[in-house]
């Protein structure tokens, strides 16, 4: 039997990976904690008398939450083993989002959760989701990226990349930790049911028009929110640490993601696009989504998820496709095989 | 004294916020959850509703109300225990080889380019389709049958009317499974590649894409590399190469690369070095190589002169001074309207003899992609006398 703490489960793939949890068997207890009041689809499962989910507010990016929260009673009681961090992807931070202790709050949190699952005593297992737009993409890039792929340590990375990137170095650094078993989970754009897109950097937060790169239209990979929260699943079970890609069987274009998400992608050439980035950014509004990360994200890529079918059993099970919604829009939608 | 303390206040007002209490020690996110009303939870949530929702809680704060007499929670029913959907997933195949031609539904002709096509090349497109397993129609390396829909009447026309293609030995090319072609390279703009690929569909039952290997730095160029993306072309790495082998594809490689390009007049149908990587990928996949002679790709503009140092200054592989180019323009680039011929050889399956291991000794590699460039330049002797 589990007991899992979970950790931005508020934000739209953590309150998956919650359900999902809640209705496997082998976990006893979740605790949840999230930025926000508890989310409307947990309230059928904090009822009873002895409830198996638990919900609190905590603000992980700080240490004395983080602190109080692995030390609180209700942590002890539940002998909390396994602690899956989410991190922060409901929108990407604005150029402008405070930092905390000099760095993203993203990294903040994956620092402080992961540390303080270190010195946990009871927590045995430490389950963490990441992007695989941490890989470097050159020109002519194969298309299917594995685990051992090369990151993209280039200084000059746009900033949301960059704390990816940095929360990959940092679960990276404990892989071989004897005590804590380490899971990194590197998925890509991420749909759920809706047309909602999350992890891509140009097409997740607001719904909107996009400013692309003219001339270029990447394949870009998929999976499904309950496919993510299915892989978190035997990732809490496995016994074997390590860094795993998940993925969908589905590709997409760009233009035909944003198109069948409900967001208009206008293709500008290069330069007129870091105009418009730092005109945007003059005028003090938030930075482009994906301006600054226009030129890396010319170039497309897959995930070769064979070692977490191998290892972890998992396969994705849902398809992406699409359906027409109740404006008679088309929409990609999630639906299970 | 004072200053102290108000130095105290700012610094632990810049660490959590403004309008925060002190630190809270201990405090227990979870300590009233327990007793948690959904109802009552909704409620607290429409009262907060109105106000805009936290970007981040100023501290640890339970969601749970100050606890009150609320009638007992109803019993929620545990839910039904299920057994994790983990190994032994049925999985759909993906498919690799499209159906025999009287397997497929002819469809519908759609506009002028389609009625245009005669009923064979219908049948044979709406075969490519069912390449593509999923519901976004598109694979993984971004090939859209609908482009190939789209263009085909266009390279079609080219096939037939412009370069009046001949060829044969299509029974060498295998009818399903992974299999390698190998030609020679010419010409500057690839119609050579082009009209290989379409003469493998046009005369392959079930209809076969064959999937050109480009080269890398075609992916960077825009539009391009949009263009044969769609159209089934991969760039080369190895990656790339072993995927499409795994995958049961047809692979047409051409492996004197860019040096076969803007090769000059004088050594026209004289192959280049080849390189060797398509002999470790056929043995890793055990896949028959099936060389094939293009003759027509060195007459289609023949390069009198490559102005390198200017190529090298200007970022581009070379820079060819042709008959018309640069005289014409961009112009100056299309090919001229020569015959093609093609001619298909017999498989050479050296991993029957060798096996996947053998794509390990350099030495055997090298010498297997000499036999290969051996045949080719039989193939082409040959077919051009």
Known sequence: MKHVLVTHADEPIGRRVVKTLFHDPEVLHILAVGDGPSPRGFDRFLGGAQPRLAYARADIARHRPVADLFRSPRFREAEIDTVVHVPRHGAPAAASAPLVAGVAERTAEARLVLQHSLEATGVESFVAIGSAFVYRLPPGNANRLDEESELDLDPDVAPEARSWIDCDMIFHGELHNDRLRVVLLRVPTVVAEGGFVYLHPLLAGRPGARLRRLGYDPICALVSDKDVARAVQSAVHTRRPGIYNVAGNEALPLSILARWTGRASLPVPGALLGLADRASRLLGREALPGAADAARLRFGFTLDTRRAERELGFRPINRIGLARAGDGSLRLETASL | ?385
């Not at chain 2, 993906?94 to 506009?111: H, I, K, N």
Request: proline residues 10%; charged residues 25%; aromatic residues 8%.
């Open chain 2, 1 to 385: 004294m004072k200053e102290l303390e108000v130095a105290t206040a700012d610094a632990w007002e810049e660490a959590i916020g403004p309008g925060v209490d002190g630190p809270a020690l201990g405090r227990d996110p979870f300590e009233d959850v327990i007793e948690v009303d959904p109802f009552v939870a909704r409620l607290e949530r429409i009262a907060l509703g109105a106000a805009p929702r936290a970007r981040r809680a100023p501290r640890l704060q339970a969601v749970a109300p100050v606890p009150r007499e609320a009638p007992e929670a109803p019993p929620v029913a545990r839910p039904v225990a299920r057994a994790p959907e983990r190994p032994a997933i049925p999985l759909r195949r993906r498919r690799t080889t499209s159906p025999a031609l009287t397997e497929v539904e002819l469809p519908e002709a759609r506009g002028l380019l389609d009625r245009l096509l005669g009923e064979e090349d219908r049948r044979r497109l709406a075969a490519l389709s069912h390449l593509v397993d999923g519901e976004t129609a598109y694979d993984r390396f971004g090939f859209s049958p609908e482009t190939i829909r789209t263009a085909f009447p266009w390279f079609h026309a080219l096939y037939r009317w412009y370069f009046r293609v001949r060829s044969e030995g299509h029974e060498h090319v295998p009818v399903d499974g992974p299999a390698v072609l190998v030609a020679n390279h010419g010409g500057i703009l690839p119609f050579d590649a082009a009209m290989a690929v379409m003469d493998v569909l046009l005369h392959s039952d079930p209809p076969r894409l064959a999937r050109a290997i480009v080269d890398r730095w075609a992916g960077s160029l825009p539009w391009v590399n949009i263009f044969y993306a769609r159209v089934g072309q991969v760039i080369g790495t190895r990656e790339n190469f072993a995927d499409l082998l795994d995958d049961g594809q047809l692979v047409l490689v051409f492996p004197e690369g860019m040096e076969g390009v803007r090769k000059p007049i004088t050594q026209r149908y004289r192959l280049q070095a080849f390189r060797v990587g398509f002999v470790e990928q056929a043995l890793r996949a055990r896949a028959p190589i099936v060389p094939m002679a293009i003759v027509g790709s060195d007459d289609q503009a023949p390069i009198l002169y490559d102005l390198k140092p200017l190529a090298r200054s200007l970022g581009l592989p070379f820079l060819p001074v042709t008959p018309t180019f640069p005289w014409l323009g961009p112009l100056g680039l299309l090919p001229y309207p020569v015959g093609y011929r093609i001619v298909y050889g017999e498989p050479l399956s050296f991993h029957e003899r060798f096996g996947p291991e053998g794509a390990n000794d350099a030495r055997l590699v090298r010498y297997l992609a000499n036999q290969v460039r051996r045949a080719v330049q039989l193939l082409l002797d040959r077919s051009r006398s």
